[in-house]
Structures are given as structure tokens and as C-alpha cells.
């Protein structure tokens, strides 16, 4: 078990009580979340869908490096790790239901 | 709710749209929110990841979104939200924007179309979609 | 006494006859009038409220019209002998309380008991809609009803054309077609009602006659003028339901305020390049209230940000599959099939062929349609629409 720390982005802090930071003893990344589900009510299910995998809106890195070139949510942790939780960012102009003149 | 963008940092939103134009541009908000205002002390230009529909859609390099965390953490402050362009489109969010939004963050949209930029404008999404916030200088 | 005789005596004890006065009173308290007779004795006139299935198909039709065997039947004829064979029928068939009305019609009628005329349809209409009476969705009461509504088509374009031409098809009574403009060339790429000859001439005058000689019994109501606030009640009033096939902002704007003014469906299509947009604008729709065309879009985008096809181009064939889907909007309204696009936007692209539905919420801010909103009056739209930034 090592102490890393999971950075909450600030969509996020609603289930934090707005806290940026949440401490956890962890050995894999999955632990580290399933930890902070545990403590903070509500966050996991914006992180991991039902199956347990990682949602489609969600990144997570260690450090600088995205999980998806590590070992996904098995990547292991070492002591004072950094964890981000990084929201997929989207958008554009593109609308269906926007206005046609004819 | 007052959302404050310093003038040079409208006029850094701006160019970068105009460079882009007529692809989306998009990028990251950094500054502090308070009860009542969110003050943006800088901003930060991403790469758009959807080069297959850049005029219509932008997907931010998360990496990037790491990085301005990063960035902000460093300078004691936030990242309170997103900013992208809207080429030959108003200011509005549309439903693709709606549908990838996230709550307490603030989008910033700027209008831009061939030959200018128009007046952006700041969005919060809350259980009823997006409400607008007066932007200020 | 014949064999015939023999069996109406018994068929007269064993099944119960009710006066006509007595069959009103069994009708008001939840019982059902069964007319057995021929169509033409039918159309000479018919209690309100009868279930008009004749003898014929008695056996066949009764299970759709009549689904709980304990509901009272009343069943006549008209005088009272063909009516207690086939409530005999009725009884074989499971139904606990058969009776039968005796005199029938005729005594019915002697007593000045109510009647009223119903439509009927003729033998060349029956032949013209047999595809439609074969679904018992439709059948002869629907189709009924489609000869007797009215739709107004605002517009004989890309998207007036495919729908106005297959609601006269479709045997819609009454077609109203607002449009001011002639038929030029570039028209006929998608405006399937109008023709090379016919180009420089109008298009209110065109459509009608394309359209007569496809279905000589629609009534058009041609309406060659320009739509404005002035106009638009006089015009809507008396149609069941509006399709905007218009090509331009501020029309649209003017044909929601009045279609919510009136409360009438608003049956919207809208294309543009390779895409297209269906939905049903309704605030006053019975079953949910929808949103109107201002809760969607409450300003008018700039002229620039969403050219016309005029100016954008349209492929040819994307306004016939949206006037198709408005047609049949318009036809499940006034039958009453199914579930309208109310609140739901059917979104087409073209070059993907697929359909996506956008849920669209009313507005409660909404100016026009709002619960506690009184109609703030028409305004100058074309200015409205110019103001746009």
C-alpha cells in the first residue's frame, strides 16, 4: 500500500465537498478509485460505468502519462503518486436541431 | 454570477480564433472562483484532437487539459472552465456542446466568421442546460 | 307456420327486445348500439353514437368494436327481424347481455328518437382507399375522418410538394396551399407538383392542377398571397392541421405564432444541403404539451450563420423524405394513430442515412406558448428576423 493522491477536477468537487485533493493508500489505480468511491459518495459512478471499466467522458493519469499506455486501471502505484482524474473535454458548433430556413 | 475575462486575454482568445478559423479552436480557463464571480487569469490554447470534423467539433488533448491543471496548481489557482470557437455560428451552446459539458465549469464560446470575431460569452451548465453569465472585463 | 316462422318464435323467447326508448336509455348507460343493416339503409340516417358494422362482417368486426363480452348490446335493424338473427350470433359469440331493439329504425325513428346522417363513402372512394380501409387502424370511420379534414400546406415547394401531393393521395377533404410565387426552372430539381410547361405560371395554380388530376375529390383551396400577420387568421382558421413547407425565417416565426394563437399542430420540416429536420409543434397537443417553434429557437439566427437553399443548395430528394415524414404527421393526427413528433425532433442526415431523435423541452420562459402566457400579438417578423445578430 502506498499514499498517492487523487487530484479532483472541479466538476467533480460537488462529491468531494470541494476538496481538490483526496489522500488514499493504494496499490493500483482501480484501488485508488474504488477508495475514493468509498469515502466520497456518488463520484465513482462519474468515473467508472457499471461494468467497472473506465467511462468513455473520463481520463485518468499518473503522473504525466495517460493510464490507457500504462496498464489501464491495474497500472501500478507507487508512493506519492499523483493521480488526475481528467474530464474528456467536447464540443463544437455541431447542432441537428439548429435553425433551417427552408 | 460574474464571469471577468481581462482584455488581453479576449484578445489572445481572439487571434487564436482567427488563426484557426475556419476550424474550431478550443483551450482551457485558469483563475479563481469565488461565490459570485469567476475571474480568469489565463488562458490556454489546446489542440483540437477532431481533425476529421474540426469546422464543427473539437475534442481537447487531454493532455493538454493536464497540463494547464498542472499550470494552475502551480500559480495557487483553478482551472474554472473552457473556452472554444464557434466558426460562422453564434455564441450559443448547441446540443453538442450540451451534451459534453460539465457542471461548475464555465464555457466561453467566441463566435468567429471569416473576417471577424465577434462578442463571446460565458455558459454554466446546471440541471436545466446551460445558463448564461455576464461577462465582464 | 314455416320453418322460418317456427325459428323467429323461438329466437323471440330466447332473445330479450327492448323498446327504442328503452335501447336510448341502455345506450347512455354504457350499453352499445349495434346497427346491422345495409350500408345504403345506413346512410338515409343512423343513431348518433351507433356502432355501424352491418351484417355482413358482423361476426368479424364485432371483437374489434366491442372488446368486453358483459357490455349491454343493443342490436337493430330496421324493423326487427334481421336483428335477432344476428344477436343470436352475438350471444353464440360470448356476449352476456345481447338484446334486441324491436321495430327497429323505423320505430326508432317513428319516435323521434335522434338520428344523424352518416358519411359514408362512395363506391369509387371505397375502390380509391381499399388499401387504406384494409388496416383496421384506418379502416372506414378513419378514412371517413381524412376525407372530412382539412390541412393547410404553407408552401407548394420542395417540402409542400411531396406532402400535399400524398395527403391528396391520401385522401385529406380539404387541402389549403398558401404560396405567392411562380414556378421557375430551378424549382423543378425537387418541386415534384410543378412542370417545365408550367414554368413563369403560378404555383397555387399548378399544384391545384397536378393535384386534381391525381385525386379530382380533394377541394384545394388555393391561396395565392403572400402570408402576413394580416392574413395568417384568416387564412388558418378552419384547418385541423398546418405543415410549414416554408422557405424562410420570418414565415416560420409568423406560421408558429398564429398556429399557437389558434392552437392548432404545427407540422415542421426543414432541410438543408443533406440534412433535414421533422417535429410536430404543439403546445395545446391533448396527450403532453410540446414546445412551439420560439421555445426552440427564441431569436432568429443572423441571415449569414443559416443561409437558405438558395443560397446553400439542397440535394433534390432530402425535401421529398421530409415533406413525406410531415405527411405522415399530419395523417396519425387526425386519426389519432401512434405518437407524434410533439417534443421530439427527427433528425436525417443524408449522407449518413441515419435518423437521430433530439428530445425538445418546452420552454417555460417561452413568451408565446407558456402555461400563464397571453398571446403578445403578431409582430413585423421581417424586421425581426433582420435584427438578428
Given at each position: 500500500m502506498n499514499t498517492v493522491s487523487v487530484r479532483i477536477p472541479m466538476p467533480l468537487r460537488s462529491y468531494t465537498r470541494g476538496a481538490d485533493e483526496i489522500m488514499v493508500d493504494a496499490a493500483t489505480v482501480r484501488q485508488a478509485l474504488e477508495l475514493l468511491g468509498t469515502q466520497h459518495e456518488g463520484i465513482l459512478d462519474r468515473v467508472l460505468d457499471p461494468s467497472g471499466e473506465l467511462r468513455q467522458f473520463v481520463n485518468i493519469f499518473v503522473g504525466a502519462r495517460n493510464v490507457q499506455v500504462l496498464d489501464g486501471l491495474a497500472t501500478p502505484l507507487a508512493k506519492g503518486d499523483v493521480i488526475s482524474i481528467i474530464p474528456a473535454v467536447a464540443g463544437g458548433r455541431h447542432d441537428r436541431s439548429r435553425p433551417m430556413a427552408c | 454570477m460574474t464571469v471577468r475575462l481581462p482584455r488581453n486575454l479576449r484578445h489572445a482568445l481572439e487571434a487564436w480564433a482567427r488563426e484557426d478559423y475556419p476550424q474550431e479552436a478550443c483551450g482551457v480557463l485558469i483563475g479563481r472562483q469565488t461565490g459570485t464571480e469567476v475571474a480568469i487569469s489565463d488562458v490556454v490554447r489546446g489542440r483540437n484532437l477532431n481533425t476529421e470534423r474540426a469546422p464543427d467539433r473539437f475534442e481537447l488533448d487531454p493532455q493538454d487539459l493536464l497540463r494547464a491543471e498542472e499550470r494552475a496548481l502551480s500559480l495557487g489557482l483553478d482551472v474554472v472552465g473552457i473556452w472554444h470557437t464557434h466558426p460562422d455560428h453564434p455564441a450559443r451552446p448547441s446540443e453538442t456542446d450540451r451534451a459534453h459539458a460539465w457542471e461548475a465549469w464555465i464555457y466561453l464560446i467566441v463566435p468567429v466568421r471569416k473576417d471577424e470575431v465577434g462578442e463571446p460569452r460565458a455558459w454554466r451548465l446546471n440541471r436545466n442546460g446551460f445558463a448564461e453569465k455576464e461577462l465582464k472585463s | 307456420m314455416t320453418a322460418r316462422d317456427r325459428w323467429l318464435a323461438e329466437l323471440q323467447r330466447a332473445i330479450p327486445e327492448i323498446t327504442p326508448h328503452d335501447a336510448l336509455a341502455l345506450q347512455a348507460r354504457g350499453g352499445a348500439l349495434i346497427d346491422v343493416r345495409e350500408a345504403d339503409e345506413i346512410a338515409q340516417g343512423s343513431p348518433?353514437?351507433?356502432?355501424?358494422?352491418?351484417?355482413?362482417f358482423l361476426e368479424l368486426r364485432i371483437g374489434l368494436a366491442?372488446?368486453?363480452?358483459?357490455r349491454p348490446l343493443i342490436v337493430f335493424c330496421a324493423s326487427g327481424i334481421r336483428s335477432l338473427f344476428a344477436a343470436e350470433t352475438l350471444a353464440r359469440l360470448g356476449y352476456t347481455q345481447v338484446h334486441s331493439m324491436s321495430g327497429g329504425f323505423s320505430r326508432w325513428k317513428a319516435e323521434g328518437l335522434p338520428v344523424e346522417v352518416p358519411f359514408t363513402l362512395d363506391h369509387a372512394a371505397r375502390e380509391r382507399y381499399s388499401r387504406h380501409l384494409l388496416m383496421p387502424e384506418v379502416g372506414e370511420s378513419g378514412q371517413a375522418k381524412l376525407v372530412q379534414s382539412r390541412v393547410l400546406v404553407v408552401g407548394a415547394g420542395g417540402l409542400g410538394s411531396p406532402s400535399s401531393f400524398y395527403l391528396a393521395a391520401a385522401g385529406i377533404g380539404t387541402l389549403g396551399i398558401v404560396d405567392h410565387d411562380v414556378v421557375e426552372r430551378s424549382n423543378l430539381q425537387r418541386q415534384i407538383l410543378h412542370t417545365e410547361e408550367r414554368v413563369g405560371t403560378s404555383k397555387v395554380a399548378s399544384a391545384r392542377k397536378t393535384i386534381a388530376a391525381l385525386n379530382p375529390t380533394v377541394k384545394i383551396n388555393g391561396h395565392e398571397a403572400q402570408l402576413s400577420s394580416a392574413n395568417v387568421e384568416e387564412i388558418f382558421g378552419g384547418y385541423d392541421v398546418v405543415i410549414d413547407g416554408t422557405d424562410n425565417f420570418p414565415t416560420r416565426y409568423l406560421v408558429n405564432d398564429a398556429c399557437v394563437k389558434l392552437g392548432l399542430p404545427n407540422v415542421h420540416g426543414s432541410v438543408y444541403r443533406f440534412e433535414g429536420q421533422v417535429t410536430v409543434f404543439w403546445?395545446?397537443?391533448?396527450?403532453r404539451a410540446g414546445p412551439c417553434y420560439r421555445c426552440l429557437y427564441p431569436a432568429p439566427p443572423p441571415a449569414d450563420l443559416a443561409p437558405s437553399c438558395a443560397e446553400a443548395?439542397?440535394?433534390?430528394v432530402l425535401p421529398g423524405i421530409v415533406g413525406l415524414l410531415q405527411a405522415n404527421e399530419a395523417i396519425k393526427l387526425l386519426l389519432g394513430l401512434g405518437d407524434p413528433l410533439v417534443g421530439r425532433l427527427l433528425y436525417f442526415d443524408g449522407l449518413r442515412s441515419s435518423f437521430t431523435e433530439l428530445a425538445l423541452d418546452r420552454?417555460?420562459?417561452?413568451?408565446?406558448?407558456?402555461?400563464?402566457?397571453?398571446?403578445?400579438g403578431y409582430v413585423d417578423y421581417e424586421r425581426f428576423c433582420a435584427m438578428a445578430a
Open positions: - | - | 348518433p353514437g351507433a356502432l355501424r358494422l352491418g351484417r355482413g366491442v372488446p368486453q363480452t358483459a403546445p395545446r397537443y391533448p396527450k443548395g439542397v440535394l433534390g420552454s417555460p420562459a417561452c413568451r408565446y406558448c407558456a402555461a400563464d402566457a397571453k398571446f403578445p
